[in-house]
T-cell receptor, first 113, second 114 residues
Framework: DQQVKQNSPSLSVQEGRISILNCDYTNSMFDYFLWYKKYPAEGPTFLISISSIKDKNEDGRFTVFLNKSAKHLSLHIVPSQPGDSAVYFCAASLQGGSEKLVFGKGTKLTVNP | NAGVMQNPRHLVRRRGQEARLRCSPMKGHSHVYWYRQLPEEGLKFMVYLQKENIIDESGMPKERFSAEFPKEGPSILRIQQVVRGDSAAYFC????????????FGPGTRLTVT
């Protein structure tokens, strides 16, 4: 049962434009969400996170939006740069201090120069 | 501040052999998590440890897999009698507090079972 879903396996955008990566979840007990970026042959790198009590968090070119009623979050990258080309994973954690992260399958972003 | 270190980066084992994967958390971190990534899949939680204690092993297969995080030294993920289905990338993450927030990942160990 896939509790965190990233339905787009890949996304291609032009340099300078906006990249929007989407993530849906099914478990209403999730209370914290994170985005990780992963290059080939490397471990995931933490990018940005958001608590379920917020609907937006911004860090430089990266903004995460959370819509709890729709159980949907998105990561916006503006402007996109070729160095942003990587696989992006959405992850979630449960209320009550559960330590494990539940990951989506990832979306491969390609930013074309 | 050195990041999470894992070794070896690549490990090849024949079916039936044992695999030992090591993870040294970031300095000051006492919480370690192991995840496995199969091809074309996301990372799947295996086990969460603190020094000398297994806190949550709900994602660990019941047989052949074990993990430890001794008082001194790295955390070890041990797979006995490996099978082809164990071929995957194994990632270790660490954090400095009892929370899943902002876990920091190592580069992973890619295990290939021939």
């Amino acid at each position: 049962d896939q509790q965190v879903k990233q339905n787009s396996p890949s996304l291609s955008v032009q340099e300078g434009r906006i990249s929007i990566l989407n993530c849906d979840y099914t478990n209403s007990m999730f209370d914290y969400f994170l985005w990780y970026k992963k290059y080939p042959a490397e471990g995931p790198t933490f990018l940005i996170s958001i608590s379920s009590i917020k609907d937006k968090n911004e860090d430089g070119r990266f903004t995460v939006f959370l819509n709890k009623s729709a159980k949907h979050l998105s990561l916006h990258i503006v402007p996109s740069q070729p160095g942003d080309s990587a696989v992006y994973f959405c992850a979630a954690s449960l209320q009550g201090g559960s330590e494990k992260l539940v990951f989506g399958k990832g979306t491969k972003l390609t930013v074309n120069p | 501040n050195a990041g999470v270190m894992q070794n070896p980066r690549h490990l090849v084992r024949r079916r039936g052999q044992e695999a030992r994967l090591r993870c040294s958390p970031m300095k000051g971190h006492s919480h370690v998590y192991w995840y496995r990534q199969l091809p074309e899949e996301g990372l799947k939680f295996m086990v969460y440890l603190q020094k000398e204690n297994i806190i949550d092993e709900s994602g660990m297969p019941k047989e052949r897999f074990s993990a430890e995080f001794p008082k001194e030294g790295p955390s070890i993920l041990r797979i006995q009698q490996v099978v082809r289905g164990d071929s995957a990338a194994y990632f270790c993450a660490s954090s400095h507090r009892r929370t899943s927030y902002e876990q920091y990942f190592g580069p992973g160990t890619r295990l290939t079972v021939t």
